[in-house]
């Protein structure tokens, strides 16, 4: 176990390496620099100071390495087109209310999409299966920013407590919470749903009913518990899932998060921020892959056993 | 005890002819692929998704021509129409016509989706084949790499892309997208293909053919290859509506296709704008095109892993 979890974090650290390597390399790669597309009536000394603050002036492998060591100090350097924060500010800022907006969405998919699956399961090839469906099929057709937008169209525009954008009290968060939770929740009802029928189809389940235990006991102790694992293993793609969702939601709902900061920074060209914010959500990716990882490894044994086989 | 039978000549009698031939297979044989087949056209869903994707299929390279208005015809006294008998999908802030442009991007979508998936199977059929029958050093070294690469944010490195490769403004080339689509998006394609060749060569069959002295390469051809196919092609199918689905993201955080070319997330970035101003059909039109065929291609896959998997057979 202990062997396990050190290889992983070995794993975990290259990958962060190699994030940050191929943002530096990319980003450097791009001709010419910042100052030098936008402002060309700049005095020359200005000019020359601006490369000076930046580093742009040095070598490429010692510009390198000085990122490399500021970002081990968790220092993502200055913003190129924002003089009065710093890429920490900012991503400081955006974050939490990102992460609000992202937790709220977990909770909606991962308690709905299990429910609907399971209630799916349970009704097979009946109305509540039929309409479970018909809303997971939705719910993976559908991208999450056109269903924003129906949302606003519909729900916001018609209803006045409910706004059609902007940030501060909950019923801000209600919208796109939901938008950004529909793609996950088909994905968990549609993954619950077949893995409950593979349950409930095995011979402990009739075991425990011929035992006398009531069919809600047998459906929610011996079933669900079971059928719920495979939704635990592709919590990681969820996660990762609904950043690349949280980047549009955030531009339609204009709600200041770091998704809305990453695309302001992609169309402004601040690379400094985009390098910071990339590399910021690599390693939050990454780690968040491997508590699910770990988890999955605490709630079955068998997987335990064979990665420790290995 | 003594077995008292007498034989003769009449319990020797010559069979006749028409009992030989109930040894023979009187109906023809149904072959894999077609009873694959079969199986997929009594599901009336997935059976729905083909028939859709291939009308969209050929609506996208007969549609832009069909009304007579191009896709790049900007008539600025024809902004903002509604959908009517002339233009029949409406037109945009430009005054173009939005019929033309909504299969010119349903071009583009399938294009970048199709193209992706297939570099994403030809990259990931070549590494997980590879891996598969190498020894069993070379196959773990190989799934590390492979590892590591898959566990890069995939959307990260494709926005970082398409700022790199494109002027500020100006959008992306289709290459660029699709490049950076396959760059992560082959890993879970040689991941599958490993696992089908590990337990394909493991099998019983390839055992025998082994013993009977067939070189890896037969094995590879004759076993290995046709049993993967199924799986792959499932893989495939449910790779093309990702491919879409971040084309679409893509372009509508701006990083799509460079203008006048549309895609249909572009077309649905645009008519968000439109959507503001009250025009609500500019995003309903390629917000249904985009849903439809990301709808098509999802159920088409399911259909297939399910007509496929002989486990499911009723």
Do not use: C
């Not at chain 1, 079971?226 to 969820?238: C, E, H």
């Not at chain 1, 990454?286 to 056993?305: E, Q, S």
């Amino acid at each position: 176990m202990t062997k396990y979890l050190l290889k992983r974090l070995v794993m975990v650290v290259i990958t962060i390496w190699i994030v940050i390597t191929i943002t530096f390399a990319l980003m450097h790669s791009v001709p010419g620099n910042p100052f030098a597309t936008e402002n060309k009536n700049i005095p020359p000394i200005v000019y020359e100071n601006l490369l000076k603050k930046y580093g742009l002036d040095k070598p490429y492998s010692e510009q390198y390495v000085m990122y490399l060591k500021n970002i081990i100090r968790g220092d993502f350097g200055d913003s190129m087109k924002s003089d009065t924060e710093t890429v920490n500010e900012m991503i400081g800022r955006g974050f939490p209310v990102s992460a609000r907006l992202g937790v709220q969405a977990l909770l909606i998919a991962l308690i709905f999409g299990p429910a609907l699956g399971a209630i799916a399961a349970l009704f097979q090839n009946k109305g509540p299966d039929y309409i479970a469906m018909i809303i997971s099929i939705i719910g993976v057709s559908v991208p999450s920013f056109l269903l924003g937008a129906f949302l606003i169209q519909f729900i916001a525009s018609n209803i006045e407590w409910i706004p059609i954008g902007g940030w501060g009290e909950f019923r801000h968060t209600i919208l796109p919470s939901f938008a950004l939770a529909l793609m996950p929740l088909a994905q968990t009802a549609r993954l619950m749903r077949s893995s409950m029928l593979e349950i409930l189809g095995q011979d402990y389940i009739k075991t425990a009913r011929s035992k006398g235990i009531s069919k809600t006991a047998v459906i929610i102790k011996h079933a669900v518990r079971n059928a719920i694992l495979p939704i635990v293993s592709i919590l990681g793609t969820t996660v990762s899932n609904l950043l690349v969702g949280s980047f549009v939601i955030e531009k339609i709902f204009g709600i200041p998060g770091l998704g809305m900061f990453f695309t302001t920074s992609v169309f402004n060209r601040d690379y400094t921020l985009i390098m910071g914010v990339t590399v910021f959500y690599a390693i939050i990716l990454v780690t968040a892959l491997l508590v699910v990882d770990i988890a999955y490894m605490l709630v079955d044994p068998r997987i335990r056993l064979t990665k420790e086989g290995r | 005890m003594k077995l008292d039978v007498t034989y003769n000549d009449e319990m020797f009698q010559k069979a006749p002819d028409e009992l030989r031939d109930s040894e023979q297979i009187r109906r023809p044989s149904i072959k894999y692929w077609a009873d694959v087949w079969r199986r997929l056209k009594q599901n009336k869903l997935a059976m729905t998704g083909l028939i859709l994707l291939i009308i969209m299929g050929i609506m996208s390279i007969i549609g832009t021509r069909i009304n007579g208005f191009k896709y790049f015809e900007q008539d600025y006294s024809q902004i903002n129409v509604r959908p009517n008998s002339e233009y029949w999908f409406g037109t945009d802030e430009l005054g173009r016509d939005l019929f033309s442009r909504i299969w010119l991007g349903a071009r583009y979508s399938l294009i970048i989706g199709i193209a992706a998936a297939f570099i994403d199977f030809g990259i990931g059929v070549l590494y997980g084949g590879i891996a598969g029958m190498s020894s069993h050093r070379i196959d773990a070294i190989m799934m590390r790499i492979a590892e590591v690469i898959y566990s890069i944010p995939y959307m990260l490195v494709v926005v970082l892309l398409s700022v790199v490769f494109s002027t500020a403004g100006a959008g992306t080339s289709m290459f660029v997208l699709i490049f950076a689509m396959t760059i992560t998006g082959w890993v879970p394609m040689a991941n599958l293909v490993r696992g089908q060749v590990l337990q394909l060569k493991e099998s019983e069959y390839s055992l025998a053919s082994e013993s009977l002295g067939a070189s890896d390469r037969w094995i590879l051809r004759k076993h290995i290859i046709p049993n993967a196919l199924g799986p792959i092609l499932v893989n495939v199918t449910l790779t093309i509506p990702r491919a879409i689905f971040s084309e679409a993201t893509l372009s509508f955080m701006g990083l799509g296709l460079q203008p006048p070319k549309p895609s249909l997330g572009t077309l649905a970035n645009d008519g968000l704008a439109g959507m503001q101003v009250g025009l609500f059909y500019q995003i309903l039109i390629p917000a249904v095109f985009i849903s439809l065929i990301m709808f098509s291609f999802n159920v088409l896959g399911d259909g297939l892993r399910d007509a496929l998997d002989p486990r499911l057979r009723k």
